[in-house]
């Protein structure tokens, strides 16, 4: 299948060697736009909240019911002053917030961003190019929430375009500019309910983040499942991830934040993501920060 | 043992149910203050970076070394253009910056903070109380570096003392005041090294931290391993975290905020602290940011 | 607590250093026994079935349900022509066909079998004496079947006592000699069922064990949860377990083989029982074979 | 690329739902000429010793050195009178005694045995056809031993083939028939140095165990890494396992084994494997027992 010449990409944009794609259109002016931001050090979460379900099932532990994202295992320290415990963590679960690596995404002729064999990024051992590393020590930008569910849920099945982004931009009285993350509520959780397809973005709405410049998306929901009747299923992943090197936050949190932006009238905010500094991964937990 | 009565103590300071121990310092105006301190945007990791080890050793993947606080296990996930994988964390390891939950110190009597009994606390299936539930949705505040390795790293066996903090805070020209998060440079690592005995923290360093208000401790040395010659060795974790209820982050990497610092000039920032969003951990791996 | 100074007791009886407890009556005689028993080579697995869980719960597989002792992970070969996966299992677990090692239990004293500090057996790096070890290379002796349900499941909170071994031994025509494994059905699960209280394994039991010179207990059932109203509450762990040093086989499948010995009119065979040959654990999954 | 049209094969042999591949060939008679072995009931395991690794490598754990095929986390049970832990297994490990399942090997067309595609059997949630599953309740025929060290290991880099194997029978005057185990010994462990090329099997061998009906390959070296120059290189998981659908028993121990049989003049015996019970996996460890 011959890839389509005509939907948006960033390969090679930015030379043979990077691993940040959007990342690279926060300047230093971007940042400090981010900073005006900050006013008196209110912050939102925009993670969802994980509960464990204990590894062990057996006769020291409740039976556990459907996994979570996170499994817990409480230790045998050895002494009976302190406690201790592991976790093991899905990087990419529909119930956790987690930011989506560029070689998450593998192209149907095998590549991975910028242009590599997949057979040779991506190893038993880790991923060796475009994985955790490059955003490992933490990220830094404006963020700009664009509430498309101020007035209730999308409808189910609806086709989010450039249109519902201008929309709201108007209604919010912001603009998003080039370095900015976009931040989505659409009233959905990632959970599929085959009784109600999902909302979903399109290529026409990936088109617009490409125009406008966007660093980063963080979502609510993303690409729907079952895929939408588009003109390219699954856009947000196959193509601002895959081709345009957008690194994309799954399963974001955006409930207190659409109280706080609605309570302050303010849309914009500094949005610091910092996850464990973990390299090599296709995927990790972040907790994203809102700060105003 | 009867508890030593003339150690400085917060148990029952925020009453019978409170989770949150010195974190409870920080007000609004705490918070205000921390955002005074953005002006650029310009942010600087405070965490370790972590290679993970493969979890298979097998034909598939190289044999590991020495155990990494992460392990990482690369999946199959069926279909050929998705990456995925695991990870498995040892919470409390010495080469991962990671946040100390109030319960994972006992006191001798069996109870943890603010007075419950760890047999109810501390079970197989997570911790109860005064766990990661508290912090899970983010940390910020003002952090003020004191740098005790601005001419060479503490001699060996050093006990940290106020004296030290002070000196600090004469050379940089800056006041801790109560809220704030302490962030400290010993130049060393928590790596135990036979030879060479660490500097450490001593009990007149604690009560001078309770004496200003200290919300967190942040440190590349924390308790000295092997112990000090102190009147109470191992005061961080066993009066500081126990006795205060002041969480500490372990691990803490320094050399590049000591860099930022000394180039700008400055050694306030707004920190941030956003581990993943997970309940009922006794500890959870952090990347904290200071933010300029 | 003092210890009941008239409850059996093999503490001693084979030495300070001894970790094989009752699998000492297990002589070449036992052995010779044993194979004189193996006829036609017929082979019954006393193992329940096991399918495992995936761990991986995400977007490339179905949710999970209950926990299953066994935890699956499909890796990432990196090659196309080869699988290979990794299990976590729960040694201790109701649905688990498994070993109990004689340090799975500890004294109120503090002390294990046979007579040494648990703080100093028990370590997080696993257990030093009284593991897995000295029945990692397998065993093998004579087992004898006693079917307590040839009529019928024992009825709910049945005391199992000698008066229902020998009942059985008169039935099948056997006698259970000194160093034989004894295997056991009552007929039921060991998953409690908060409606109908199990039957259970009572000190009377446990004595007849101790006189008749049983080498290692297998049965679909042991001790009832919730406890039986005996002279002494869970006494399969508890006394023959933990004072006999008599290592258990908890959750034994015992179904295809009542019918085989029915069949066969014969109730005694080889019995093999080999773990993975793992070293320092307090329990292993085994998959006991009965061989006619 | 085209299969080789004159390699041994049995894709087909026991139709379209077949998963045992030669274990079909242990028939009533190959059970009963096993039982016939049996004498005295001596047990010799034929599993390499494992010592698990602690998970845990923080402050309450030794740093761990190498990884084990097995880790092993000691859990905190709640309760002081019992002690619990959890194991993770890396099924092919070349330091773990284990049994490959036919659909550990896949063709370059995409297929395993009996012909199925790879994308339908090999999912996340474990291998739905040809994995551990119908082995899992044990596997029981004759055994024969086959020592190609008897003189000292085979030299470096040596080609195995039938002239051996028949040399072994000629020496040892016994002759491998339809269903039996044949078990190997070459001196040799399968970790690779590099110095030294190992031995290993070659297509000639293969057919021999084809024609004589081989149920089960046990041996210390199977296919050579690196690969001999031969006319299939890796034959004994390429063609013998995936063609011949004969189930492999990786990093068999035959050290005591060789003793044993040399002591007792006889080199055949009733083998029995008894992996845990299992189902869907790609591999499973085994404790093979011979029983003589």
């Known amino acids: 299948m011959p890839e389509n010449k005509t939907l948006p990409d960033n390969w090679g ?51 556990a019911g459907p996994l979570s994202p ?16 592991l976790v093991t963590i899905t990087n990419h679960h529909p119930r956790s917030t987690h930011l989506d690596a560029l070689s998450h995404q593998i192209r149907e002729d095998g590549q991975v961003y910028p242009g590599r064999p997949a057979t040779e990024v991506v190893t ?13 020590a933490g990220i830094l930008t404006r963020g700009v929430f664009l509430d498309l569910a101020a007035d209730g849920p999308l409808p189910s099945a609806h086709p989010i375009t450039a249109a519902d982004f201008e929309a709201a931009e108007g209604r919010e009285n912001v603009r998003l500019e080039s370095g900015d993350a976009l931040v989505v509520r659409c009233g959905w959780s990632m959970t599929p309910d085959p009784e109600r397809p999902m909302p979903g973005i ?6 617009w983040m490409h125009e406008r410049g966007v660093s980063l998306y963080l979502g609510d929901m993303g690409d729907a499942h079952p895929p939408l009747e588009d003109e390219h299923p699954g856009a947000l992943h196959r193509v601002a991830l895959l081709n345009l090197a957008m690194p994309l936050v799954d399963a974001t949190a955006v409930g207190e934040l659409a109280t706080v932006c609605a309570e302050l009238g303010r849309y914009c905010f500094l949005l610091s993501i910092a996850p ?9 937990p972040v907790n994203p920060q809102a700060v105003f």
Chains 1, 2, 3, 4 share one sequence.
Do not use: C, K, Y
């Open 276 to 284: 464990p500094r973990i390299h090599g991964l296709t995927g990790v």
């Open 13 to 63: 944009r930015w030379g043979a060697e990077d691993e940040l794609g959007t990342l690279n259109l926060i300047t230093d002016e971007v940042r400090a736009r981010a900073a005006r931001e900050v006013r008196d050090g209110r912050a939102v979460s925009l993670a969802l909240p994980i509960d464990p379900t204990p590894a062990l099932s057996g006769p020291f532990a409740p039976a």
């Open 70 to 85: 996170v499994q817990q295992v409480m230790l045998h320290t050895g002494i009976p002053v302190a406690t201790a415990d």
């Open 124 to 136: 038993p051992a880790g991923v060796q190019h475009g994985g955790s590393t490059p955003f490992a």
């Open 202 to 207: 399109t290529l026409d709405a990936v088109r």
